[in-house]
């Protein structure tokens, strides 16, 4: 079986990315919450927003974590053939 | 809402927004939806207002199913045109719930509103719950295969002409008739105890005819497509505390990737028997609080430490409902693994 290659270059980089997102909501939260909570012009989509780009960060991290712990899919699966 | 009003983070808070956080998404990874259930009850007892709670979990609900249908996008799992049509009237369908829930809160107040919600939860539950387990039973025997049912064999041989669509993923040939008063029950189910996919993921398998596979991963589309919805809707009022919303989302992205890898190593009938086990535990839980709010509307007289009692073992059914799903992907996950690699 050949060895399996292990992104650690797009875990490490997606890493540094999901803390900086992370880092920046806690070490700003007063800020944060203050402008996130007000309701008056393009406001409301601030945490929108913010969702999406924790989800790129965070969502390739995760993907990478368990790609380089060797928890990968078995094969592209096919839908269920009906009857 | 100001932001003074939100609370203060805690580190036992904290944690418990992670720990639920990643088993909701690795539940919600596998059969479509699962949570919010856990997270909205959950957070009001961290001290968070209950329109808080429900505005952070929906922020965190579109980027989990978002993810989580990518992820299932690539494992060719996830039939995107049956997940938009069913969210075009999933939306309308939780618009006229939430109008329902209004209607009764203000005729009923706040015991009446939770009676309605357990009761809508244990009858819907119970009846879907007691039918998703039966088939996973016939299946895991191996007295069967997953196959289309008879109600979706009659659906799929109904020809109504210019209403007529094919979902290819889905391999299914249907009226949109049928797609849209689907979509809006699940909407309508969604508004009233958060999890639409209760509704929308065995609809789509036993009156559409979709595989448990497609139908648990083309309800992420619904769930994205509702979630980012609802978040708007309650960021207009100033709701959201984006930082619970994160909190949940970091544990929940480590759990969705894994329980929809999970879904390539299991026979279908997995889905089911997790499915069927969170249902019908969900259900027991809901239906342990319902002498609550009669006794509360004054139907019925309970004493106070019985109240307090049937209210803890009531959430301590909804965690074992989470729970056991996620026992059930692991230890199947696991199963599946080691065969796989012989």
């Known amino acids: ?83 | 809402m100001t932001p003074d009003q939100f609370i203060t983070l805690e580190p036992a808070g904290v944690a418990f927004l992670l720990i639920v956080g990643f088993i909701g998404g690795l539940v919600s990874g596998f059969i479509g939806s699962g949570g919010a259930f856990v997270l909205t009850p959950g957070m009001m007892s961290l001290g968070v207002p209950g329109v808080v709670a429900v505005a952070s979990n929906l922020c965190h609900k579109f980027p989990k199913a978002l993810v989580g249908a990518w992820k299932r996008h690539k494992y060719g799992q996830v039939d995107i045109k049956l997940g938009l049509w069913m969210a075009a009237t999933a939306s309308l369908g939780m618009w006229w719930g939430a109008g329902i829930q209004q209607d009764i809160r203000s005729a009923y107040g706040e015991a009446g509103s939770n009676l309605y919600v357990s009761l809508a939860f244990v009858i819907v539950l119970t009846i879907v719950g007691l039918l998703v387990a039966r088939d996973a039973a016939r299946l895991a025997s191996g007295r069967a295969v997953e196959g289309t049912s008879r109600l979706a064999r009659w659906v799929q041989s109904i020809e109504i002409p210019g209403t007529m669509v094919y979902f290819r993923v889905a391999r299914v040939r249907v009226s949109i008739l049928f797609v849209l008063p689907l979509g809006f029950a699940t909407g309508l189910l969604a508004s009233t105890i958060a999890v639409g996919g209760f509704i929308g993921v065995p609809g789509m398998m036993y009156i559409l005819g979709a595989s448990s596979l497609v139908a648990s991963a083309t309800e992420l589309v619904i769930a994205f497509v509702m979630g980012l919805g609802g978040t708007l809707k309650f960021a207009l009022g100033g709701f959201v505390d984006i930082r619970l919303a994160m909190l949940i989302l970091l544990g929940s992205l480590f759990g969705v990737q894994l329980g929809a890898i999970g879904t390539t190593f299991v026979r279908p009938h997995v889905i089911k028997v997790v499915m069927a086990t969170v249902m019908l535990i969900v259900a027991i839980s809901r239906a342990l609080v319902v002498p609550v709010y009669l006794a509360q509307l004054g139907k019925m007289s309970l004493a106070e430490p019985t109240m307090t009692l049937l209210q803890r073992g009531s959430f301590a059914f909804m965690v074992l409902a989470l729970v056991a799903g996620a026992f059930i992907i692991i230890g199947a996950l696991l199963r599946g693994y080691r065969t796989a690699r012989g």
């Open chain 1, 1 to 83: 079986m050949p060895a399996m290659r292990r992104p650690w270059i797009p875990l490490i980089a997606s890493g540094v990315a999901s803390t900086l997102c992370y880092g920046l909501l806690f070490a700003y939260q007063g800020e944060v919450m203050a402008a996130f909570t007000r309701t008056d012009g393009w406001y409301p989509l601030l945490p929108v927003v913010t969702a999406l780009v924790f989800s790129l960060a965070h969502g390739a991290f995760t993907g990478y974590f368990w790609e380089v712990l060797g928890v990968k899919a078995r094969t592209p699966a096919k839908p269920q053939l009906e009857e």
